[in-house]
Each structure stands twice: as C-alpha cells, then as structure tokens.
T-cell receptor, first 113, second 117 residues
Framework: SQKIEQNSEALNIQEGKTATLTCNYTNYSPAYLQWYRQDPGRGPVFLLLIRENEKEKRKERLKVTFDTTLKQSLFHITASQPADSATYLCALAGMDSSYKLIFGSGTRLLVRP | GAVVSQHPSRVICKSGTSVKIECRSLDFQATTMFWYRQFPKKSLMLMATSNEGSKATYEQGVEKDKFLINHASLTLSTLTVTSAHPEDSSFYIC?????????????FGNGTRLTVT
C-alpha cells in the first residue's frame, strides 16, 4: 500500500542553523511532491511544489530536493529562526493522479533562540 | 488572494445532535473542495472530495450517511456530521485548489475543532 513517512520525532535546532526534514515514500510514483507548514490549531499553508523532473527547488530560505530513485524528498530551511517553529508536512498526489493529496504525518521543528 | 474561510472554528455539541461546518472560497471559484480530518499529532486523513453540482466522492471507510457533504455553489461546500458521537470529536479541515488541476497547491481553511460530549 502507499506509504509516506516523515520523522515523528521533533527536530530541535539552534537559531541560525539549517534544518533538514525528510520525507520518504513507498509504492508511489508521484509526478510531484508538495511541502506544507502547519501551526497548532490551524490549517496547513502551502510552501513549495517540486515536480519529478526537478531535482531541486528554492524559495527564499527554503530548499526542496526530490530524488525519485531514492523515493525521498529533503526540505531545508537555512538560517532558521524561532518563527520557523511549526510542523512541516509533505504531500503526494494519489496513485490515481486525481486531485487528491495524501499527507505524511509531519515533523515538528523547534528552533531555539 | 486564495483565501479559504471555514466556520465555525470551534463547536461543542451533545451526542446525537448534528453539526454543520461551512467552507467558503472567498476570492476564487472552487469546483472541487476536499475535506480532511486530523487527530492530535497525526496526519491529515482525506475524508471526501466535494464536487460542485454533483455527489461527493468518499474515501474508503468514511460513512457517507454520517458525513453529509453538499457543494451547492462554486464558493461553498458544507460538511454535516450527523448524529454525532464522542468518537467523531476531531479537527476537520477543508481545502480547495485555485487552478483546479491535480498538481496545483491546496489552500486550506483554518479548521473546525469539534468536541462531542
């Protein structure tokens, strides 16, 4: 069955360092992958989308990589700030390539001042 | 732009009653909206796909008679939890895509925290 795995343990880093979050998937051949940020008690907010033919995508301090051979995406936040503290979710389109997005369980990031 | 408004943000109801949750796209039209459910520290679980002018498509294991979805206009979808029970207590979130294509980002409402006593 389709599976998306994100590290369930919180990532705790010092302000200014680079945070790296991992998203692994199995039994998928997604055409694209998305990353979202979710704050407690709020809906997710879209951050970045990367397509299967793109190795890397950047937006300001954010960088996403997509390795379809390893079936893995890495999400980086450089020069992290306490305001970056949140849960980060990766999402893939379902195998039927419909509009549906299937989400990973998310990784909580804590940036210490 | 691309704002999705969800109402109410919190609701407490008694077991056996029904609760309606509204999801509106404020500055765009959404032929398709999605309803998710989220348990504490868990992932968003897709419940159903709401299609304007037609019946919703429910995910496996989701009772369509329990979770009634109506998408009567291009800017409004509603989810009604009928005969709610404590196990229905959860965080319900709706979303929509501006572009309407399968690889476009989703814009989410801020969710509804339902507590059934």
């Amino acid at each position: 069955s389709q599976k998306i795995e994100q590290n369930s343990e919180a990532l705790n880093i010092q302000e200014g360092k680079t945070a790296t979050l991992t998203c692994n998937y199995t039994n998928y051949s997604p055409a694209y992958l998305q990353w979202y940020r979710q704050d407690p008690g709020r809906g997710p907010v879209f951050l970045l989308l990367i397509r299967e033919n793109e190795k890397e995508k950047r937006k300001e301090r954010l960088k996403v990589t997509f390795d379809t051979t390893l079936k893995q995406s890495l999400f980086h936040i450089t020069a992290s700030q306490p305001a970056d503290s949140a849960t980060y979710l990766c999402a893939l389109a379902g195998m039927d390539s419909s509009y549906k997005l299937i989400f990973g369980s998310g990784t909580r990031l804590l940036v210490r001042p | 732009g691309a704002v999705v408004s969800q109402h109410p943000s919190r609701v407490i109801c008694k077991s056996g009653t029904s609760v309606k949750i509204e999801c509106r796209s404020l500055d765009f039209q959404a032929t398709t909206m999605f309803w998710y459910r989220q348990f504490p520290k868990k992932s968003l679980m897709l419940m159903a796909t709401s299609n304007e002018g037609s019946k919703a498509t429910y995910e496996q294991g989701v009772e369509k008679d329990k979770f009634l979805i109506n998408h009567a206009s291009l800017t409004l979808s509603t989810l009604t939890v009928t005969s709610a029970h404590p196990e229905d207590s959860s965080f319900y979130i709706c979303s929509a895509s501006v572009e309407g294509s399968y690889n476009s980002p989703l814009h989410f409402g801020n969710g509804t925290r339902l507590t059934v006593t």
